[in-house]
């Protein structure tokens, strides 16, 4: 698993050290190790969106889930909205298992669309955004506030907790057979169909798996903002797909990992941080941002070409 | 041959298909929503249709080649933004119309060629490049984008325009006539002929010595400047400068060339499909704004037509058939 992380992720993670020593020289006191609980509590909603965005795009031909970040902004705005504020509900026993089952009958649906019906997943997908869009729109129409206690308590240091239980999930997932067949339908889905794997019901799973995710995830994100916010939600999407493809995981499908992932998205979270320090506008920090994603799955590619050619 | 027929035969099955939805709906808003048939509301809706449909020929033609393109909505805000600023500080129309042209071309061939040229998905590469120009728009006008559109361009779109006895502004028939051309180079010219063989077959194309990467960078630089051209008519159009004005249009171009009937992995659609995709997702939009859904319905709506459309006729192949 560590050298294949390292294969895939190689790059990602080289940037990693270079970003987190560029943090510590230039932004002592923001990267304080007494800081670290805080800032992992600010990265914590990114990791899991990046993780979230992992199985789909593993499963390859096409997989794709734009709809996690609109399902983190719907889980918000149903535990705070919905159950928190209307139903008065605060169980962390009810909001859990609620939530979880919401993103995993939205990942449900998205499978259905991508893998029964056979809409292309971005297609099926996109169906999905604009529908959570507008339904979290209109039963939240503005932020309201607050969370429960105990859920914006997640938010410092103890958001390490939840991170851990996607990992501790996904390393469970490793020891199953379903993960290899995973990454055979991902490499190549019509020899693994020929080889008797269920294609259709492994991809199915998947889009449960990263709806789940994104729930895990939109709470991560509630404990952040401590609150609830439509708008906030959908502009994860694409900043966890790029975190997914800077963390090494094929866009094509079956190479790859929910670790690659979570580094791509600390790597992305660290250049915000190192950008902020210099103090430069916004519009600085999306160029560089920008660049660096495109300069990063550049250097990915020429570094993969160089390792072929060694190896033939 | 008897494959070629067949291919023909459900492109163009589907192709109707569309068209049939969209008179469909304008069927039932006609019968729904008094006015819905009066010739400016008719008028307004081919402006706004026409608008998006020179955004899509840019994400029909990459979408033909298997990829797409992310970054249609930030070089229709860089060519809005740049133009107004350009013409507000007092250059040519003419010449700024050249320069936003040239670069969008430049920006479109780069894209074309780092996915192609180092097998980058797209999807990312799109979305960077996109992210880089924004950014670069945004620094250069310090966020507050000045200047406005000549008078000419906002005639050429103005909805109460007329074209002689015609009662549209000129760009409809432009559009329609750009319609045909691009029709035509899709079918009957030698770049049309290898785009669908390179979308359908990267592998074998190359054999046939057709270059990919330089298909990849001539047609994501065609999509930028088709992009390009569609920021300024909508600067024409708002009167305005806008950096985001290009947003609704990322999912929007992509909807209306599934919807009409394209194959996001390549080699399957037609720029006649986009056509009747574009005049479904407006008549959608006016419908349920007509019938006074707000903002957020409508959206939500609409994702569940567009995926109740493509489920009815863009559904892919089972992966035992693709054996």
Redesign the interface.
């Given at each position: 698993m560590i050298g294949s992380l390292i294969r895939n992720a190689g790059f990602a993670l080289i940037l990693l050290v270079v970003l987190l020593a560029g943090n510590l020289l230039l932004n002592p006191a923001r990267f304080h190790p007494a800081a670290w609980g805080t800032l992992i509590g600010l990265a914590a909603p990114l990791i899991g969106a990046a993780a979230a965005s992992a199985p789909v795009i593993l499963a390859g031909?096409?997989g794709?889930d734009i709809s996690v970040g609109p399902l983190m902004g719907f889980v918000n705005a149903i535990v705070i909205q919905a159950l928190f504020l209307k139903a008065g509900i605060s169980s962390p026993w009810i909001i859990l298992p609620a939530a979880l089952l919401v993103g995993a009958a939205v990942g449900a649906a998205n499978g259905f669309?991508a893998t029964v019906?056979?809409?292309?997943p971005?297609?099926?997908t996109?169906?999905?955004?604009?529908?959570l869009?507008?339904?979290?729109?209109?039963i939240l129409?503005a932020p309201i506030g607050p969370a429960p206690v105990w859920l914006k308590a997640m938010a410092g240091p103890i958001s390490i907790l939840p991170l851990a239980a996607i990992f501790v999930f996904w390393w469970l997932v490793h020891q199953t057979p379903y993960y290899d067949q995973l990454m055979a339908v991902g490499s190549d889905?019509?020899a693994a169909?020929?080889a008797g794997v269920p294609?259709?019901k492994v991809r199915f799973i998947a889009y449960v798996m990263t709806g789940m995710l994104a729930a895990v995830a939109g709470l991560m994100l509630t404990a952040l903002i401590g609150s609830a916010d439509p708008n906030v939600g959908p502009t994860y999407t694409?900043i966890a797909?790029?975190a997914v493809?800077l963390g090494g995981v094929s866009?094509?499908g079956g190479k790859g990992g929910l670790a690659g992932a979570a580094i791509g998205a600390i790597d992305i979270f660290l250049l915000q941080s190192l950008l902020t320090a210099f103090n430069v506008?916004?519009?600085?920090?999306?160029?560089?941002?920008?660049?660096i994603?495109?300069a990063a799955?550049?250097l990915t590619?020429?570094q993969e070409?160089l390792s072929a050619r060694r190896a033939a | 041959m008897k494959f070629d027929r067949s291919f023909f035969a459900s492109t163009n099955g589907r192709i109707a298909g569309a068209f049939a939805v969209a008179i469909l709906l304008h069927v039932v808003g006609t019968l729904l929503i008094p006015g819905y048939s009066a010739p400016f509301a008719i008028r307004a809706i081919l402006v706004l249709a026409a608008l998006l449909a020179v955004a899509s020929i840019g994400q029909t033609l990459v979408v033909i080649l298997g990829g797409i393109d992310l970054s249609i909505p930030f070089v229709i805000g860089f060519a809005n933004v740049v133009a107004a600023q350009l013409y507000g500080q007092g250059w040519n129309f003419v010449l700024v119309c050249a320069v936003v042209g040239v670069l969008a071309v430049l920006i479109g061939g780069l894209n074309g060629l780092i996915s192609r040229g180092l097998n980058i998905h797209p999807l990312i590469v799109t979305l960077g490049i996109g992210m880089i120009v924004q950014g670069l728009v945004l620094l250069w006008t310090k966020g507050f984008p000045s200047g406005s559109a000549p008078p000419a361009v906002s005639a050429f779109v103005s909805i109460g325009g007329s074209v002689g006895p015609l009662p549209v502004p000129w760009l409809v028939p432009c559009v329609a006539v750009l319609t045909a051309l691009i029709v035509l180079v899709l079918a009957r010219t030698p770049y049309g002929r290898r785009l669908y063989a390179l979308g359908s077959n990267p592998g074998a194309a190359p054999l046939a010595l057709i270059d990919p990467v330089k298909m990849w960078v001539v047609t994501y630089a065609a999509s930028a400047f088709f992009a390009a051209t569609a920021g300024v008519l909508l600067l024409g159009f708002t009167g305005s400068a806008y950096g985001d004005v290009g947003q609704p249009y990322l999912f929007q171009t992509i909807a209306a060339v599934v919807v009409g009937g394209a194959a996001l992995v390549g080699g399957r659609g037609s720029y006649l499909g986009t056509i009747a995709g574009v005049l479904v997702l407006t008549e959608i939009n006016t419908l349920l704004i007509g019938l006074g859904f707000q903002p957020a319905a409508v959206q939500a709506a609409l994702g569940l037509i567009i995926v109740l459309l493509v489920s009815l006729y863009g559904r892919e192949r089972h992966v035992s058939t693709t054996i």
């Open positions: 031909r096409g794709i669309m019906l056979r809409i292309q971005i297609v099926a996109l169906g999905t955004y604009l529908i869009v507008g339904v979290t729109l209109t129409p889905d019509r169909y020929t294609v259709t694409l797909i790029a493809a866009l094509a506008s916004t519009y600085v920090l999306q160029v560089a941002y920008g660049t994603l495109v799955v550049m590619a020429v070409r | -």
